[in-house]
């Protein structure tokens, strides 16, 4: 792979359709083995951006590189380079599941295809269904059959775009475990979702979007942070005792403290960092600690943003 900088780029891009401006300036990287997701309404740009990186939109300001090949410029190398997993992956339903991977594989003209075929549908784990017609399958096994066309032919840089898509929980569980096993084989993954939850659980970062404009861009538990405001919850196995009250009230960085019989919320000055003090300083003054959590999540912290005016917003 060319070149030492991240597997995705993206530096000041822009798109339009017409006259209106779906993306302005978005800048982000994704590295190797990082697991990115892209958050917002209907409209953000997200999958505006996942065809930008697939070189199925050119930019018309700013620029992107996967690998370090120029999507405008480098098309053919780029696409070598990613997997591609829309939301409706256009399956062909009367073909095999062997069949229809096997056409991608035959497409990236791979030097042994069925050997390779035969490992992406071991990883989704569809070896045992590759003779059955797609249209036998469920939504969620549909979904794996993309998947697999994905991976075919192992690329480095996978773009999926709500990869979880009207799956119920069990499916979908599955299709993280997935993506996550992917991610730690050193793919670079940049995916669009919906599910708030599942982003929170999945990525190791999430962009949030709105009206094509990057508003937030961090770890699920910064973003929290900073829309939500560093606050710890504690729950207890018994009363808040005048030693653990201690604890709390000489600890610098608390900054504000709210006490219930046997629950703390503190609000602290770096929740990230001064979570492990907080929680040694009570077990040393004898809490019998049961949770320790941040207040709020990911959704909260989301809908929090949403609810925001934003000011000068690029037309609807």
């Given at each position: ?32 083995g990082?697991?990115l997701?892209?958050l ?12 930008i ?5 050119q ?23 990613i ?6 992956p ?19 003209g ?24 797609v ?35 069990l ?24 599910r ?12 949030i979007l709105?009206?094509?404009?990057l ?7 910064q ?41 703390i919320?503190?609000?602290?000055t ?5 979570t ?7 077990v ?5 600690i049961?949770?320790?959590?941040p ?7 989301y809908l ?6 934003l ?5 609807a």
């Open positions: 792979m060319r070149g030492a900088e991240p597997a995705i780029v993206c530096d000041a891009v822009s798109r339009c359709f017409g006259e209106r401006l779906v993306l302005s300036s978005l800048t982000l990287a994704v590295e190797r990082e697991i997701g892209l917002g309404p209907n409209g953000s740009g997200k999958t505006t951006t996942l065809r990186l697939a070189t199925l939109l930019p018309h300001g700013g620029s992107a590189r996967v690998l370090s090949y120029d999507v405008a410029s480098e098309t053919m190398e780029v696409r070598r380079r997997g591609v997993m829309p939301e409706r256009s399956l062909y339903e009367r073909q095999t599941v062997e069949a229809n991977v096997r056409l991608w594989a035959d497409v990236h791979l030097a042994d295809p069925g050997e390779a075929v035969g490992r992406a549908l071991q990883f989704v784990g569809l070896e045992d269904r590759r003779r059955e017609p249209g036998s399958l469920s939504k969620g096994l549909k979904q794996r059959v993309a998947l697999a066309r994905a991976i075919v032919h192992r690329p480095p840089v996978l773009l999926l775009d709500e990869p979880s898509s009207g799956l119920d929980p499916a979908a569980a599955a299709m993280e475990n997935l993506i996550r096993g992917l991610a730690g084989e050193g793919t670079a993954v940049l995916l669009n979702t919906h708030l939850a599942e982003a929170e659980r999945l990525c190791d970062r999430v962009a709105r009206e094509g404009r508003l937030h861009l961090g770890t699920p538990r973003v929290r942070a900073a829309l939500l405001g560093h606050i710890v919850e504690v729950e207890l196995a018994g009363a808040v005792d005048l030693p653990v009250r201690r604890a709390i009230e000489s600890f610098p960085a608390v900054r504000e403290t709210c006490w219930a019989p046997s629950a919320r503190v609000r602290l770096d929740s990230e960092r001064d492990p003090e907080l929680v040694a300083r009570l040393s003054a004898g809490a019998r049961i949770a320790v959590r207040a709020g999540d990911l959704e909260r912290a929090e943003l949403m609810s925001q005016p000011p000068g917003s690029l037309a």
